[in-house]
């Protein structure tokens, strides 16, 4: 099968630089199907592919022929915006993501979200803008680090949050599943890890590594 993948903040979004971690993983799972992927810049010749996936983190992102009443694009009813939208309803589109649904947003399967993610994704659009002039250090996310979660949710229940439909923080996945050996650092995407009972023993998983790591933009070189 031939897939291509939209990352529609990184088109969106001129000086986007964080790598979206969802196409890396569904790049992941049909690498070893051993279908043909891309990473693909721009919403043209779509009906190219047998799959198309267009992954959004954040709400005003725009794609191509959005509905200028903007009425409904925000965090309670950005779902509804979206539903009746051309490129969004072609046979072979799937999209997902905080930007399509915010807080309702369906989460991967599993099977692809426990895939290790395609580091090599962003390859060919990281060389092109260092090659135009863009700095190496804000590429860092897509050079250096390896990105995921070890737990998913939260206790607070902020209103503000997207993760206000959750009541507890419970243990994901093992860094070791996400684990790019070849990098420096690990980006930790958790949102409350201390919220979560076995705190303690990710922080020792993540030490075990070797590696310097962040959680929300700290660094921590030691527990």
């Given at each position: 099968m031939n897939i291509a993948i939209i990352d529609a903040d990184l088109i969106g979004k001129g000086n986007h630089r964080f790598p979206n971690l969802a196409s890396?993983?569904?790049?992941?799972?049909?690498?070893?199907?051993?279908d043909s992927v891309i990473l693909k810049t721009d919403y043209n010749d779509l009906n190219l592919y047998d799959k198309v996936y267009i992954s959004k983190v954040f709400i005003d992102t725009e794609i191509p022929d959005e509905n200028p009443d903007k009425t409904l694009k925000n965090e309670k009813t950005v779902s509804e915006y979206?539903?009746?939208h051309p490129i969004l309803n072609l046979p072979n589109v799937i999209y997902g993501g905080t930007g399509f649904y915010y807080d309702k947003a369906?989460?991967?399967?599993?099977?692809?979200?426990?895939?290790?993610?395609?580091?090599?994704l962003y390859n060919e659009i990281v060389a092109k803008l260092i090659s135009n002039g863009t700095s190496v250090?804000?590429?860092?996310?897509?050079?250096?680090?390896?990105?995921?979660?070890?737990?998913?949710?939260?206790i607070r229940k902020c209103s503000f949050c997207v993760n206000k439909n959750y009541s507890k923080c419970l243990k994901h996945s093992s860094v070791y599943e996400w684990l790019d050996e070849t990098k420096p650092y690990i980006c930790c995407l958790d949102d409350n890890v201390l919220a979560c009972k076995e705190w303690k023993d990710i922080f020792h998983e993540l030490q075990s590594t070797g590696k310097n790591f962040n959680s929300n933009k700290v660094v921590m070189k030691d527990y």
């Amino acid at each position: 099968m031939n897939i291509a993948i939209i990352d529609a903040d990184l088109i969106g979004k001129g000086n986007h630089r964080f790598p979206n971690l969802a196409s890396m993983k569904i790049s992941s799972y049909h690498k070893a199907k051993g279908d043909s992927v891309i990473l693909k810049t721009d919403y043209n010749d779509l009906n190219l592919y047998d799959k198309v996936y267009i992954s959004k983190v954040f709400i005003d992102t725009e794609i191509p022929d959005e509905n200028p009443d903007k009425t409904l694009k925000n965090e309670k009813t950005v779902s509804e915006y979206y539903s009746n939208h051309p490129i969004l309803n072609l046979p072979n589109v799937i999209y997902g993501g905080t930007g399509f649904y915010y807080d309702k947003a369906t989460p991967l399967p599993s099977e692809i979200e426990h895939s290790k993610p395609d580091y090599d994704l962003y390859n060919e659009i990281v060389a092109k803008l260092i090659s135009n002039g863009t700095s190496v250090k804000s590429l860092e996310y897509y050079i250096n680090y390896s990105i995921g979660y070890m737990t998913r949710g939260c206790i607070r229940k902020c209103s503000f949050c997207v993760n206000k439909n959750y009541s507890k923080c419970l243990k994901h996945s093992s860094v070791y599943e996400w684990l790019d050996e070849t990098k420096p650092y690990i980006c930790c995407l958790d949102d409350n890890v201390l919220a979560c009972k076995e705190w303690k023993d990710i922080f020792h998983e993540l030490q075990s590594t070797g590696k310097n790591f962040n959680s929300n933009k700290v660094v921590m070189k030691d527990y």
